[in-house]
């Protein structure tokens, strides 16, 4: 029972940790990128009749206001104080989240290791994590701004978790195993939904600019490296002592005569 409380313990005040840091370290990097990007989003405009028809002023005043406006490049997203907080509030709580339930895979597979593990192992478990989850599926999706031409949006997370999976059975195999064979398969299986390839759409073309898209993926990775390395050197810490290193164990000891 102290084992698991201690585990639940760590992955909560890790991830509440991470996800905080990340979620400040967002509203300065990629929340104005997202911002900026909004602003090269194309409402479609409704599709117009197969004849022109004369109405009245009125009929396409009321028609006009049926449709709604359309939003052109350029102008922007109006956003109001409300629905800015409401974002703010939105986001921490989808990093608080995330960073609960990732900190409590890593303690798991901290104690699946059987490897003692301090705030410095614990940071190195972390950047593994962040290879595996955030570094490994960007090679083939990057983060995406809004507006952004992008595939369908179920292929897209069966892709990003095959290539997370993948990468995280690779890393845990060149960590721990000592088959051969076992290494090769591991290695394998990372790189297999590379050589498949991502699902990217028929026309990449999109209308936020490349320098924009480019700032917004190293924003990201960077965001993403400071949330893993937080939450793996806290989660560590808080687990050292938890598991023992073999030598500190006390020895077996096989009384004369004993069968």
């Given at each position: 029972?102290?084992?698991?409380?201690?585990?639940?313990?760590?992955?909560?005040?890790?991830?509440?940790?991470?996800?905080?840091?990340?979620?400040?370290?967002?509203?300065?990097?990629?929340?104005?990128?997202?911002?900026?990007?909004?602003?090269?989003?194309?409402?479609?405009?409704?599709?117009?009749?197969?004849?022109?028809?004369t109405t009245a002023p009125a009929a396409s005043h009321a028609e006009g206001?049926?449709?709604?406006?359309?939003?052109?490049?350029?102008?922007?997203?109006?956003?109001?104080?409300?629905?800015?907080?409401?974002?703010?509030?939105?986001?921490?709580?989808?990093?608080?989240?995330?960073?609960?339930?990732?900190?409590?895979?890593?303690?798991?597979?901290?104690?699946?290791?059987?490897?003692?593990?301090?705030?410095?192992?614990?940071?190195?478990?972390?950047?593994?994590?962040?290879?595996?989850?955030?570094?490994?599926?960007?090679?083939?999706?990057?983060?995406?701004?809004?507006?952004?031409?992008?595939?369908?949006?179920?292929?897209?997370?069966?892709?990003?978790?095959?290539?997370?999976?993948?990468?995280?059975?690779?890393?845990?195999?060149?960590?721990?195993?000592?088959?051969?064979?076992?290494?090769?398969?591991?290695?394998?299986?990372?790189?297999?939904?590379?050589?498949?390839?991502?699902?990217?759409?028929?026309?990449?073309?999109?209308?936020?600019?490349?320098?924009?898209?480019?700032?917004?993926?190293?924003?990201?990775?960077?965001?993403?490296?400071?949330?893993w390395a937080i939450l793996g050197s806290v989660c560590g810490w808080?687990?050292?002592?938890?598991?023992?290193?073999?030598?500190?164990?006390?020895?077996?000891?096989?009384?004369?005569?004993?069968?």
């Amino acid at each position: 029972m102290d084992l698991i409380r201690r585990l639940f313990t760590a992955a909560l005040v890790a991830g509440v940790l991470s996800g905080t840091a990340a979620s400040v370290v967002q509203q300065a990097t990629t929340v104005p990128l997202i911002l900026e990007a909004e602003k090269y989003e194309v409402v479609t405009p409704p599709p117009a009749t197969a004849a022109p028809t004369t109405t009245a002023p009125a009929a396409s005043h009321a028609e006009g206001h049926q449709h709604g406006p359309v939003r052109e490049v350029g102008e922007g997203v109006p956003v109001t104080l409300d629905e800015a907080m409401q974002r703010i509030g939105l986001t921490i709580a989808a990093n608080l989240i995330a960073g609960v339930a990732y900190a409590l895979l890593l303690a798991a597979a901290i104690l699946l290791a059987g490897r003692p593990v301090d705030a410095r192992r614990g940071l190195v478990w972390g950047m593994g994590g962040f290879v595996a989850v955030s570094l490994a599926p960007s090679f083939g999706l990057a983060p995406e701004l809004p507006g952004m031409a992008g595939a369908e949006l179920e292929l897209r997370q069966l892709w990003w978790l095959s290539a997370a999976a993948g990468a995280g059975v690779g890393i845990a195999a060149l960590a721990f195993a000592r088959n051969r064979l076992v290494i090769a398969v591991a290695i394998l299986a990372a790189a297999l939904p590379h050589l498949i390839g991502a699902p990217h759409p028929e026309s990449a073309e999109g209308a936020v600019p490349a320098e924009l898209a480019a700032r917004f993926v190293t924003a990201s990775l960077g965001s993403a490296a400071l949330f893993w390395a937080i939450l793996g050197s806290v989660c560590g810490w808080l687990m050292s002592g938890v598991v023992e290193p073999a030598e500190s164990r006390p020895a077996l000891r096989v009384q004369p005569g004993a069968r």
